[in-house]
């Protein structure tokens, strides 16, 4: 079977879920090894002692945060480059985040990579963690930002040797990047600066995004590569046409190997099948890189492209457009040829979500305060059917649905609240921070600008050739000019924040000898 | 019997617990009338559905915020001030801030006055609120400005019409001026400018605060009102002398009026009366107001230089020496001769507690992420004597003396939470708050500036004869040039906040028109 995403997943109607990063999948463990994908080394850590709830007083209860460190290169009261992890297991932020460690020696930085409550191993409440509300109800963003607050003090004051000078940038991609921004945001005597790539940080209702956008930037993003649209609306409806008749679901459940258990068996089934098709088109975007990856699934370089060469006409019977389809299916899910079946029914493939690690993490994120506007509005804007509005409801229903036996209820979901507490449309006062987005990657949409942008020292850059935070990974031999050159301004902004951060900690410092008289011990860092 | 204050009731080796507020007595309750100390009107209002718990998702209950509102002078769009309560019922608050009801009319201004949770009326639990940590968990500094925040939204958008984009300034004193400052610093996206009265936030260890430095100040404001520093301790000394034998307790407890229940009768008795006494200098030195009030407790003009006519000079004998402090005490509680007998004794007044409203609030605040160091290193740094060092363990001590009935345990106390979160000797990315502070007042050591100093739009101000956040107080014919000055200083700054911002949503809305070729209705507002 093949490795089931998180994303396909969804049923058609709660597009909700759709995770920004989708890091669930990453092949590669490496836990025993200790060694990145890249051949990246870091030792596994764990900081015990960190307050399941910093903002209230009802427990003095802690639990064991997971993180892991390199410090090869640093010297001392050299930068910390910090990753703020997000809705999956950690190795495979560190495995996909090559950027930081590709500078890490050049800045003589040590090199941290925390993870987010509630997935991999950092568990509150060990196996138990999502087992009712009263646990996972300590999933949200606030408190993983504190638990990043909490560790970076611990590292700088207690775990590095000589780096309570340090100054710590923090980096992240997708929901990763919404947290290094709002760290930036919300803790700016802590960190110096931040590079939030393709944070969707406007993506909210206060913010005024539109619900069926996403959706239209994946049509775009297929249709300017070369994909024709009518090819993939024709597609669709061939698929509804073949799925009224036993001899069309013959067709198709052959046509896509689908496994025994998800098989078309009656008319409405197609419904399913559509859905993960669509999910391929959603997801495919994201990961849409000049090089083969292992992101989501292993893929050729610019998969959308190679993709679109199956769907560049209108063809001549349901049979062939539904072959369209399955040709891009079976790009995405069956590059490395060893995919034999396919399970696409996401009522009998749930089981999957067990190997996925934390896959209700994100859901519950979007159950609470990530209440993130998505459906799709139709041909001709996307390539799909209509199944807007989006509304509380649509996104209560769902969650009704999925945590009603944990214990959910109306109220739980406060979909106005991550606007009100980070901002729906600016950051007034926030600065250092590079947005950046790429151009390919509906996400972008939400990003902090739409285009390249400055304002004070918060920069918003978009990469034209750019899909998913793509300027995070690390160097290959076939990075197009275009983020060579991106990466080399976020290097020289990262340089910039550092320096003017030591030239004030070291004024500091200078003022504070001159006062006390003495050349004591200066400790005070923020 | 005299109205107890909170402040009163701190055991000597506890002065952890002084309230930079201490609004508690104020000895006005209008919440019969709805008009304020020196006339102000204002209705009193409440909101419903305002979350227990922000920042996570364990429940969906909520709870009723009390607010004050007056929009007698608001015009369309124009500024809302907006108070940040703190520590106590909220009219104390609404009647000593007579600066913000003098500058709405000229600001065309609606004025609200909001309460802290778990004072007053806004409490979450109903009388079960303080009855065990599950409850009282929920008071916490960061779920108050959540509130505020909460009700700011609520504000603009429903109860008052045409505030869309009105600029919100927040203001505070005390523990409320370091909400009013934090507001900005954690919520600019919803509050423009800050006025941070007296605000001492940076009086954290992480903040390198002198342990010893709020009594120094006392005894520098004292001395340099006339007060000679022997006479002083020459008097605590009598009272230890007197202490020790029938005799002397005898004239003491005459000497005090001090009620039966709190009479000294064995020779520690007098540990107990001299904290009593330590604790109106204390309190007197933040109320020095150059006219009669009756914030904390009625008082002339210059209570200290009052108060220093009693102590210019060493006495020859005991009962002498004590008749000093006893002058002293007795101005501070019956000014108005209206007070027959005096209860010193912290032990048998605990019962007092129940008149002063949530005198167990601050307390608890201190006990879990307030931990501001306090203590005297005694003479010649200050009046008092010795019981200095101040650690973690001391605050412990007291906690668990407090609030271990109700489920305080260690791990409760985070003393570098605060800082954490809020920032511990510099908010970098700030703008747009005056925080002043008077030179008279020992909280002013803990401002974010000790001298007058602006950092781009961060203003420091030293009132030279300013006591506790003198310059909130209502215009007053006896006022001192300088608070005059300041005040207007601070109108001019707020003046300026309001029109950048008022020019940045106009310059929104035309950039939208034309987006949009179309005159909707233009809504985000942050």
Chains 1, 2 share one sequence.
Not at 46 to 75: C, K
Not at 205 to 221: H, K, L, P
Not at 381 to 387: A, E, V, Y
Not at 457 to 480: C, F, K, M, W
Request: hydrophobic letters at 35%; proline letters at 5%; glycine letters at 8%.
């Amino acid at each position: 079977m093949i490795p089931l995403l998180f994303l396909s997943l969804f049923s058609p109607s709660i597009a909700i879920l759709r995770d920004p990063a989708g890091f669930h999948a990453g092949p590669v463990d490496l836990a025993t090894t200790k060694t990145g994908y890249k051949g990246y080394k870091y030792q596994e850590e764990f900081l015990s002692g960190v307050p399941i709830d910093h903002f209230s007083f009802t427990t003095n209860q802690t639990f064991t945060l997971r993180y892991f460190f390199n410090a090869e290169h640093f010297q001392c009261q050299k930068p910390i480059l910090f990753y703020t992890g997000n809705e999956g297991k950690l190795e495979g932020f560190a495995d996909n985040t090559g950027f930081m460690w590709d500078i890490a020696p050049e800045f003589e930085a040590a090199v941290i990579f925390a993870e987010h409550r509630f997935y991999g191993k950092s568990q509150p409440f060990g196996n138990q963690s999502y087992s009712s509300i009263d646990n996972l109800g300590f999933l949200s963003s606030e408190q993983a930002l504190a638990d990043f607050a909490f560790l970076i003090e611990h590292m700088r004051t207690k775990r590095i040797k000589c780096a309570q000078h340090s100054s710590v940038i923090v980096f992240g991609g997708s929901y990763g990047g919404m947290l290094s921004a709002w760290m930036r945001v919300k803790y700016p005597h802590l960190v110096q600066g931040a590079i939030a790539a393709s944070a969707p940080v406007f993506w909210f209702f206060q913010s005024g995004i539109e619900e069926d956008i996403y959706d239209r930037i994946v049509t775009r993003t297929f249709t300017s590569s070369g994909c024709e649209l009518n090819a993939v609306t024709q597609g669709f409806d061939a698929i509804s046409h073949l799925g009224q008749t036993d001899e069309g679901r013959k067709f198709l459940n052959e046509l896509f190997k689908l496994e025994d258990k998800s098989k078309l068996t009656k008319a409405d089934d197609s419904n399913f099948l559509r859905a993960f098709i669509k999910e391929v088109f959603e997801s495919m975007v994201m990961v849409d890189y000049p090089y083969p990856t292992s992101f989501l699934s292993p893929l050729p370089g610019w998969p959308v492209k190679l993709a679109c060469s199956f769907l560049k006409n209108v063809s001549n019977t349901d049979e062939e457009a539904a072959r369209g389809l399955f040709n891009v299916v079976n790009l995405y899910y069956n590059y490395t040829g060893s995919t034999t079946s396919l399970c696409a029914n996401p009522d009998v493939c749930a089981g999957a979500f067990a190997a996925l690690g934390d896959p209700l993490g994100w859901p519950w994120q979007t159950c609470t305060e990530m209440v993130m506007p998505l459906c799709s509005s139709g041909a001709p804007n996307d390539f799909f059917w209509k199944d807007c509005p989006y509304t509380e409801k649509t996104a209560i229903d769902f969650c009704q649905k999925t945590f009603g036996s944990i214990g959910f209820t109306d109220g739980i979901l406060r979909p106005n609240w991550a606007t009100r507490n980070y901002g729906a449309t600016s950051f007034p006062t926030a600065t250092n921070i590079v947005f950046s987005n790429g151009f390919l990657d509906p996400w972008s949409v939400g990003g902090w600008s739409k285009e390249n942008k400055k304002e004070g020292s918060l920069i918003g850059v978009i990469l034209e050739q750019g899909a998913h935070h793509y300027d995070l990974r690390g160097e290959h031999p076939d990075d197009t000019e275009e983020v060579k050159r991106i990466r080399n301004m976020e290097r020289s902004y990262i340089k910039q924040w550092v320096k003017e951060y030591e030239m004030k900690w070291k004024e500091e410092k200078r003022k504070w000898k001159e006062e006390k008289g003495i050349n004591g011990n200066f400790t005070a860092f923020h």
